[in-house]
């Protein structure tokens, strides 16, 4: 079979001042007619790049050094811009990340879409205004007619995703460039975003070049894949194969850090006899937001009458896609949020209606992991006061506090030296890392993990939740792990409970829950997740090295 | 127009009037802060005085009362929507700023559309030749104006087109005693309006230059320009349909601000220019220590600003359909 | 006294045209652009006498006298006027046929009205004066007479339009003058009269047909540009757009440019009746000023000639004393207070002054005025006295001086061409009162000369005045209660294409009846 | 120091920085090469520069040294600048920290206050506090400084409102931090970067403003200011084009410079912030 696009040799150099050289070195792969070629890598490892240069897309400062794209007998990289043009949108087509911004928050969606026929066609008006219906049919937008007519804000990431579908199918191209169309995401939605791309490439034959970082999508849709690390690529081969059997380190390396979807077997202890660490009691919070003088403002249930029971020793998931109140709840609980009703017992105690005086003895008792490792660390301080400085502001001495940081680095594994550093000196493994310790300076009993995990890199993901697996033993701590990624709370959680539009629809031991979901929502959240047969026999592998 | 734009429309209004009675009370007690009064002024004027005088002027203007009744008083008549009168016009105030607004709107009006125009044009001119020289030399040129002082701008302005030149008359609004009627009033009126609202606007033509390239080198960076290039469209379709009108949102709003504070910032160009606005009728009110005018003035101006900001508002919310109005 | 009378009458017979001589013949028509700073607040010269309410309203309204440039009275209003033996009763003979504006003739009834009912309440400066008259009474339409209570030296001086005008007595009596809608719409006798006022932009007024001197005004129409900017004003006159610059209304840098421009002429003419006095007030009360010596000292280290060059082009005349040079009963023999810095610092020396700072108020008319404050701190920080000088703007400056808030201030005065109306009003102790500028605000009292000041003004003839004003000039140049500066001139600037524009005591303020323009 | 060094490599920045560093040696010792006042009359009014080698800038409407008066003036135009800043951040930043951090009812009231501030025509207003304090250089500097808070207080409570929920300061909250120090030691020292760049323009306009009001005759009569200069001269601007001329120069520098540096500073400032995730 003649590859449609070839890339041959590229290498793209980036500006001085860079991390690396190149961010994409001596790349040389293939894209057939009618396959999904998946190319997939960490952040940073130059996937995108790629299919930017493909695409003519690169800034200014950032132009390929050597190498050759042929597609239709021309040289992308060295074609005149006039010609480029006429490819784009027309015989290759390219859609994003993040459905939020890619389209124009001025323009109608029936406009955005009929500007491709009228940069590429010469299609009257009314020929674009059916076409455009059509297409929107076509990648199954509820309500096309009215959808024509609206501005993208008044859509859903979902649908936003499937205008841009649309928008790149429109004059049938040979090639759709997807560069993570789905990561942004929730699991069920992925899964309908992934179906939808894989029936319009069977229906039209298109070849779809789909990045990712995910093996999971992978399993899901590719028919061959690359795989890239550092600009290079290394290894290439069937999906099967690769996933299967892969060749080198990194790729196994990858694969091993993806959680396989069964919940291994577990101790189950009774734990009727203990008094929880945490229990919540009937918990409501209502958001309303803001009305005018003249509107009623909009209301939102977060937390519907939630029960649950968190002991020591012990880790419990908290289960959701976005808007399912998960994270309201678990704010709700360390008192970042006021709850509207219900109780929140610490160590048996009320605490939802302390006041900040009453509450700081409280405070030391239950301490929160947050999700983003970038954010939360001030970027002002040192890795050593960003620890300290919550037993400071207890009344521990300086010199005391300071000698606790020292012991805390060292029981996250990180070296005594990070004291006096700064976060933005760190990885986002490593910072991670000092937020953890900085929950652990206080010696809690309850530790609320809110999505801990969920911006790392998937080696790194691994290496962070057993550390928290680690120190949960090692403490004996309560843990409660707010998560969206099924995969990993199938692993790390002794219990879930699985939350949709502020209510428990389920709760259950892990292993329960996963085999046999009694309701349909999770039985559906389960059922999408990519990639769900890959992998669904294998043991866990913990993964390999100590730092992220 | 929805029956809630309206309601908007409304509270917002409301609101501003709000704003705009504690301007009024604040600016009532500043300006009676001031030393003298207007009877002292004024008997100061006639080049000789006695008590008795003075004492007449301030029962005739009721200065002679305690100041909470004064405040009283005048807080009474404004909530009728009357200023009181002038102390040395003896004309009802409302009555003497309204003589002279039209002028003031017609120069910033001018000098306004004149900035954001040619503004937003150089701020895109630049922004599309980003780090060309074309591109440093609008950034520089725009800087030099934005920080060169406005009066002195004016004055050399004045020496070269008026006096060395003699283009263009130096000052005033319009040729005194010529009595124009119909086109050549209108002609008139423009030759006047030249310099003032040249100096006035290119002030302004810098800051929103400025803003213009800056917003339209981030706007070019957003994802739907990526999209816009994805889908084959020609660079300068790019930059009208999709980066300019994004990037004109900042731009409008700092506008939208501005055109309210430049109608009582004139000062110095009517001063300058000797154009016969509220500016100057504002800063002659100040020290006659007219104060009805000055609070008459003060209360305009700022009445302006609130329905600049107000209509901004309206404006944005046509452009950007994510705005919405009851919010 | 007599004498100066008879003259007078003589006067009278002539033609008021005649008086300047002209080259050319005077034609007829034209518009005359003026400049008018501040803006005035009103036209109503009864209500207002400020300068820019004068410049203008002095061509609307009369008074019963002019006053040509030696301060000899001339008919007007009035034809004629004698006085008995005594110089207690005056009768004044009005001119038939004068008409207001409005068509009404003018009468005796009118002078009566306007002086014993409406300016005896509105015009404080006038009121003094007439504190020494007895009665005005008016025995038939066109005869007025006065009987004063004892002699009154100036009181001739008195019927200018400024401060005598004419007010008609049909639109204001029983009416409250101040606010009687006629002030927005002055009715007078003058040559032109009034047609319209845009505010902010111009004051129009138009030929008056029916004016009582047969075959004026020449001129169609006047226009008082109000032009805030003093360097715009310039511009200005030099673009054409203005005939004629009255004193003051531009800067003073700015005059020697602006006459040396072509066909542009300047006379400093037309200020005699006013002959402005600039002084420094001294706060009198307060050490160091209390002490004669430090007073001394003060115009010893000031240099007096060196502001007249640098700030006032040479014009005007370093003051000897507390009388003008050109104002009536002038002492010649006054000793001079020279430049002289050393003198000064040994006066300072000699009272042991200790360096006390002094607050120095400028006048905040404009740029020459606080030029002319930054001279004289340099000038007195060079004999060691240090002075911190305090910004206000009218208001403020007023208020301050009224409040005897200052040490320095700068100001200037109008003798009005007799020291009892313009002068001893500065020096009397019976005038020293908080809350006016214009009296002796400067705190000096001296029962001496407070008696000769008394004397002077009544005693009659005019020898004896001026024997006694000689007295108290030495006595005050000795004391130094303020310290003057200098008789000021403030050129007008005109058109040379604008004849016969100054041709009174009081220039520009009743000067269009009788201009005209060369074609 | 790392700022600096940023700094430096941008041309334009740098240009600004260097005449700013020399304004600022002017300004600290540029009085004492002239010992005398700059008020003395040293030679006859109206000399043209380069006539006299001692008077390189001539001498002006009174035969005073304009280079002395350019020198003495870089003084305060700087110092009124900085001060008022100042005065404005002191005024700005707390209001604008209270209402961004704590939102609800106190951000309510905090910015109807600051809009009352906007509302007023910032000029009018600032002439007018001029004329009622009576013009000196203290008015002068609380005027400019009453009349600039607002956009720091709007920008300070937008930082605050958007760092109030970031991670780490949810974090020290829970570590039972009191507000107080979390709104100065978390959230503050991360809103420096847009404030200085804020500030650096702030101190441009107050230059300017300041030499607007003495342009209107509302300079402190005390003190040799570039504004007042232009003030004085300009009613002798074509007798004498030097005397406005130069110190229309001086401010026009002074204020490009300081643009330039707040320019440099806010690309030397935020990339840094937004470029932490590469490193």
Not at chain 2, 292 to 298: D, P, T, Y
């Amino acid at each position: 079979m003649k590859p449609l696009l070839k890339v041959e040799d590229l290498s793209i150099r980036l500006p001085e001042g860079a991390d690396r050289p190149y961010a994409v070195q001596n790349l040389s792969y293939a894209l057939n007619p009618g396959e999904i070629l998946c190319v997939v890598g960490e952040s940073g490892s130059g996937k995108s790049m790629t299919a930017n240069a493909i695409m003519g897309l690169l800034p200014k400062a950032i132009q390929a050094e050597r190498g050759a794209i042929t597609f239709d007998g021309h040289d992308l990289v060295s074609l005149e811009e006039r010609r480029a043009r006429k490819m784009r949108g027309n015989r290759i087509s390219m859609i994003f990340q993040e459905p939020m911004t890619a389209l124009n928050p001025l323009m109608r969606i029936e406009d955005q879409i009929g500007e491709v026929f009228l940069i590429h066609s010469d299609m009257s008006k009314q020929q674009r205004q059916a076409r455009t219906l059509e297409l929107l049919k076509d990648v199954g937008l509820p309500d096309p007619e009215k959808a024509m007519k609206v501005y993208p804000h008044q859509l859903s990431g979902g649908q936003r995703q499937r205008v841009m579908i649309a928008m790149a199918l429109a004059l049938e191209p040979s090639i759709l460039i997807a560069d993570e169309p789905t990561t942004a995401l929730d699991v069920t939605t992925q899964a309908q975003i992934l179906h939808l791309i894989k029936e319009l490439q069977r229906k039209h034959g298109t070849a779809v070049m789909f990045i990712t970082h995910d093996f999971g999508v992978v399993a899901e849709i590719a028919d061959r894949v690359v795989v890239m690390q550092y600009g290079k690529m290394v290894e290439i081969g069937d999906a099967q194969q690769v996933l299967n059997d892969p060749q080198h380190d990194y790729t196994k390396k990858l694969i091993a850090a993806v959680p396989p979807l069964v919940a291994p077997e577990r101790e189950v202890q009774d734990r009727s006899k203990q008094r929880p660490a945490l229990s919540v009691k009937s918990l409501c919070k209502t958001y309303v937001s803001p009305g005018s003088w003249f509107k009623p403002g909009r209301t939102v249930h977060a937390a519907r009458d939630v029960n649950f029971d968190l002991y020591r020793g012990e880790t419990l998931g908290l289960v959701g896609e976005s808007g399912s109140g998960k994270s309201t709840v678990s704010r709700c609980i360390v008192r970042l949020l006021e709850s509207d009703s219900g109780e929140i017992l610490l160590d048996g105690d009320a605490i939802q209606d302390l006041d900040n005086k009453a509450l700081a003895p409280y405070r030391k008792k239950i301490q929160m992991v947050f999700q983003d490792p970038y954010a939360s660390l001030n970027p002002r301080k040192t890795v050593g006061r960003i620890i300290a400085d919550g037993p400071i502001a207890q009344g521990v001495p300086v010199a005391e506090a300071m000698q606790r940081a020292k012991e805390l680095l060292a029981l996250v594994e990180l070296p005594e030296t990070a004291l006096d550093r700064y976060p933005h000196e760190f990885s986002g493994g490593q910072r991670q890392r000092v937020g953890i310790a900085r929950a652990l300076a206080h010696n809690p009993q309850v530790l609320v993990a809110d999505e801990a995990i969920s911006a790392l890199d998937v080696s790194v993901q691994a290496q962070i939740l057993e550390l928290i697996d680690t120190l949960k033993k090692k403490l004996n701590l309560a843990v409660l792990f707010v998560v969206h990624d099924l995969r990993v709370a199938a692993q790390v959680c002794d219990r879930i409970i699985v939350m949709k539009h502020g209510q428990i629809v389920e709760a259950g031991e892990t292993k329960a829950v996963f085999e046999d979901p009694q309701h349909d929502y999770t039985r559906n959240l389960i059922e999408s997740i990519p990639g769900a047969d890959w992998r669904s026999g294998h043991q866990p592998q913990p993964a390999v090295g100590k730092i992220a | 127009m929805s029956i809630q734009t309206l309601f908007y429309i409304g509270g917002r209004l409301i609101k501003g009037l709000l704003v705009l009675f504690v301007i009024a009370i604040f600016n009532f007690f500043l300006i009676r802060a001031a030393p003298g009064d207007p009877a002292k002024v004024m008997a100061g004027e006639a080049g000789a005085t006695d008590e008795l005088f003075l004492q007449q002027l301030r029962e005739q203007f009721g200065l002679d009362q305690p100041l909470y009744y004064q405040l009283w008083v005048y807080i009474s008549n404004l909530v009728q929507f009357d200023m009181g009168e002038t102390y040395r016009q003896q004309m009802p105030v409302f009555d003497l700023i309204m003589d002279r607004l039209p002028a003031t709107l017609l120069l910033t009006g001018t000098a306004f559309v004149l900035s954001l125009v040619l503004g937003v044009l150089v701020g895109v001119i630049a922004a599309s030749n980003h780090r060309k020289w074309i591109d440093s030399a609008i950034s520089v040129a725009a800087l030099v104006f934005y920080a060169t002082p406005l009066f002195w701008l004016a004055l050399m302005a004045v020496l070269l087109f008026s006096v060395f030149l003699g283009w263009l008359p130096a000052f005033g609004m319009e040729t005194v005693g010529a009595n124009f009627t119909g086109w050549d009033r209108f002609v008139d009126i423009a030759e006047h309006l030249v310099l003032p609202a040249m100096t006035l606007g290119l002030f302004f033509t810098a800051v929103y230059a400025r803003m213009a390239r800056t917003s339209m080198i981030e706007t070019s960076r957003a994802d739907f320009v990526k999209t816009a290039k994805a889908k084959g469209m020609k660079p300068s379709r790019v930059t009208f349909r999709h980066t300019l009108r994004n990037a004109l949102l900042p731009v409008v709003t700092l506008a939208g601000l501005q055109a309210g504070q430049m109608i009582g910032g004139a000062v110095l160009t009517e001063t300058v220019f000797a154009w016969p606005g509220i500016g100057r009728l504002m800063f002659e009110a100040l020290f006659q220590r007219d104060y009805n005018l000055l609070l008459g003035v003060f209360f305009i101006s700022s009445a302006m600003v609130v329905l600049f900001n107000l209509a901004t508002d309206l404006i944005y919310c046509i452009v950007d359909p994510r705005i919405e109005l009851a919010k | 006294m007599k004498k100066r009378l008879i003259q007078a009458v003589l006067a009278a017979a002539i033609p008021l045209a005649s008086i300047n001589v002209q080259a050319a013949d005077p034609v007829y028509g034209g518009t005359m652009d003026v400049v008018v700073q501040p803006e005035p607040p009103s036209l109503m010269i009864g209500l207002y006498s400020n300068a820019p309410t004068q410049q203008v309203a002095g061509n609307i309204y009369e008074g019963l006298l002019r006053y040509d440039k030696d301060l000899n009275p001339q008919p007007l209003l009035a034809t004629s006027w004698d006085t008995s033996e005594d110089g207690k009763t005056w009768t004044f003979h009005l001119k038939h046929g004068v008409t207001w504006h409005d068509g009404k003739p003018f009468t005796s009834a009118d002078v009566v009205f306007s002086v014993d009912k409406f300016l005896r309440q509105t015009n404080a400066r006038l009121r003094q004066s007439l504190q020494y008259v007895d009665s005005i009474t008016a025995p038939d339409d066109y005869t007025v007479v006065f009987q004063l209570k004892q002699p009154f030296g100036p009181f001739i001086g008195l019927f200018e339009t400024g401060t005598m005008p004419m007010i008609p007595k049909h639109i204001y009596e029983g009416t409250d003058y101040k606010t009687n809608p006629a002030n927005h719409h002055p009715i007078g006798t003058g040559p032109f009269k009034f047609a319209e006022w845009k505010k902010g932009s111009y004051i129009h007024a138009v030929k008056n047909e029916n004016y009582h001197v047969k075959g004026l005004p020449y001129l169609d129409d006047i226009y008082w540009h109000v032009i805030p900017d003093a360097a715009s004003r310039s511009v200005a006159y030099e673009t054409g757009k203005i005939d004629v610059l009255p004193g003051g209304s531009v800067e003073n840098f700015d005059i020697p440019r602006l006459t040396a421009l072509d066909n542009s002429c300047s006379t400093s003419d037309g200020w005699e009746y006013f002959s402005p006095h600039a002084w420094l007030w001294i706060n009198n009360r307060n050490y160091p000023m209390s002490d004669k010596r430090f007073r001394q000292a003060i115009m010893y280290a000031m240099d007096r000639d060196f502001a007249k060059n640098a700030l006032w082009n040479g014009y005007g005349k370093v003051a000897k004393g507390p009388v003008g040079s050109k104002t009536n009963f002038f002492n010649k023999d006054l000793p001079d207070y020279e430049y002289n810095p050393k003198k000064a610092k040994a006066l300072l020396k000699e009272m042991g002054y200790d360096g006390t700072p002094v607050r120095l108020l400028p006048m905040p008319y404009g740029e020459t005025w606080q030029r002319w404050a930054e001279a004289i701190r340099q000038n007195l920080a060079e004999v060691g006295i240090k002075t911190d000088m305090v910004s206000s703007d009218v208001a403020g400056w007023n208020q301050k001086i009224s409040d005897w808030d200052f040490d320095l201030s700068f100001t200037y005065l109008y003798q009005y061409g007799d020291p009892a109306l313009g002068v001893s009003r500065t020096y009397v102790s019976s005038n020293i009162a908080k809350g006016s500028p214009w009296n002796n605000a400067e705190g000096y009292s001296d029962p001496e000369v407070d008696k000769l000041f008394a004397e002077a003004a009544t005693a009659y003839p005019d020898s004896k005045r001026q024997e006694l004003y000689n007295e108290v000039q030495a006595k005050l140049v000795e004391d130094v209660p303020v310290a003057w500066l200098l008789e000021l001139e403030f050129p007008t600037i005109y058109n040379c294409n604008v004849h016969n524009l100054i041709d009174s005591a009081i220039g520009v303020n009743d000067a269009f009846g009788t201009a005209w323009i060369e074609k | 120091m790392s700022i600096l060094k940023k700094l430096s490599s941008n041309k334009v920045a740098l240009f600004g920085l260097i005449v700013l560093a020399l304004l600022i040696l002017v300004a600290i010792f540029g009085p004492y090469l002239y010992e005398t006042s700059p008020w003395r009359m040293v030679n006859r009014p109206f000399m043209p520069p380069l006539e006299n080698g001692s008077l390189m800038l001539g001498t002006d409407t009174m035969g005073r040294d304009v280079l002395a008066g350019l020198v003495y003036g870089t003084r305060i135009s700087l110092l009124v600048g900085l001060i008022s800043t100042m005065i404005a951040l002191l005024i700005g930043i707390p209001l604008g920290a209270s209402a961004g951090y704590f939102g609800g009812w106190i951000d309510e009231a905090l910015m109807r206050f600051t809009e009352i501030f906007q509302t007023v025509p910032s000029f009018a207003l600032a002439i007018v506090i001029v004329a009622i304090f009576e013009p000196s250089v203290y008015s002068i500097t609380l005027a400019i400084a009453l009349v600039s808070w607002p956009p720091v207080a709007r920008l300070v409570r937008g930082e605050f409102m958007a760092l109030r929920n970031q991670e780490y300061v949810l974090a020290a909250r829970l570590n039972g931090q009191s507000d107080h120090n979390i709104i100065l030691k978390e959230i503050l020292p991360n809103t420096l970067s847009p404030i200085i760049v804020m500030a650096s323009l702030m101190v441009a306009t107050a230059i300017l403003l300041e030499s607007s009001l003495s342009f209107l005759g509302l300079g402190d009569p005390e003190i040799m200011s570039w504004g007042y200069m232009i003030g004085a001269a300009r009613t002798v601007i074509r007798q004498a084009w030097w005397l406005s001329f130069f110190p229309g120069i001086a401010i026009a520098l002074t204020v490009l410079a300081l643009n330039l540096v707040g320019e440099g500073l806010n690309e030397a400032l935020n990339p840094k912030l937004s470029g932490s995730r590469e490193s």
